[in-house]
């Protein structure tokens, strides 16, 4: 007889201690499957991102998970070639995509794997157009805090270049993104240097996490979009850009600094701060495509247009390109972007429903654990 889902012995690999997007779902995750009453060993993945959080910023309650206990299920919170087999558990890998269709070695390492879970119907549907077996692949929605992500919470002091503080812009638009090609970065700002002026009363807030190296060739990539456009920053309305390292505790602050979360992803296996952006009472403008329709419509999101491209592998960062070979994404309507964001500035923009009501019902960490245990445990 199985035992019962809620007290399931798990073994949990994956990284935790840095800042990155996904080291926030696995601390949400195993907070949520601890409340539930499974039983967790936490294995961290450190070689998943060199950016870490401090001793000091770290939540040290992670810590009393380390100690190893006798599971037979190893739930594998990374990319498929990261999955460390082991070969006295079932093995079941966490993952998700953000391309038309997955790389063949990744295939070839799943299917060493008794089980893939996956968030959206997207990602399974790249996972079999792939050649992957249906019936070897669930999907276990993510979800978030609506709790802490909320309209009331106390916004950050944040101020632009020259010492005014956001709060007193009328328009805050926020993004919160990696500096990789994915992002799409370079249109969102082409949209919005070409879509505003220096006179509007509105500032677009770039949280971004990076390394040097690509900061730097972010940097030259802008001034010869600019360039290219014949605007610059200066003739556009105020941007910011802030690395700031923030703790899960600070992260919904960040939120309700902004009035709007936009987005010009190329393509997204769920788009976490999109969720957490929703909960916190923004408005949303994001593509149509991918993990956006898992969750957002035309009633409580402006849904931009988009055209399938092609993938150019010479512009995918060298260490990832060996994943996106001969695969599509989504290319965002900038035109359709330009509107919206003027629409925004003017305060013409149709109040939407509220998205709080749907991700409290459908998407809160509570179910997502409950689903996840409820699936590895069928196994």
Known sequence: MKPDAKSLPLLVRGPYKGYSGHDCTVRSFVRYLVKAGARINLQDLAHWSPAKLTTDQRDSWFDQFEKPIESNIALHFCMPHQVKVLVDKAN?????????????????????HDLVIVPTKSSKRFWCDSGFPEQRIRICPLGVDSQRFRPTVVPLNLTDKNGKAVSEYRVRVLNISEIVTRKNLLSLLRVWIQATHQDDDAILIIKLNHSPASLLKFLRDLTLMEKAIGKDRSQAASILFTDQVLTDAQMPALYTTATHYWSMSFGEGWDQPMTEAGASGLRLIAPDHTAYQSYLDSSVACLLPCRE??????????????????????????EAAAAAIQQAIAGTDQPQADIRQRLNRQLNWTLAAQRLLEIVNDI
Do not use: C, G, H, Y
């Open 92 to 112: 079941v890998n966490f993952t998700m995509f953000e391309a038309s269709r997955i790389p063949e070695f990744w295939l070839r390492q799943n299917q060493q």
């Open 309 to 334: 491209v092609s993938i150019d592998p010479n512009k995918i960062d060298k260490n990832i390109r060996s994943l996106f070979q001969n695969a599509q994404w989504w290319q965002a309507d900038e």
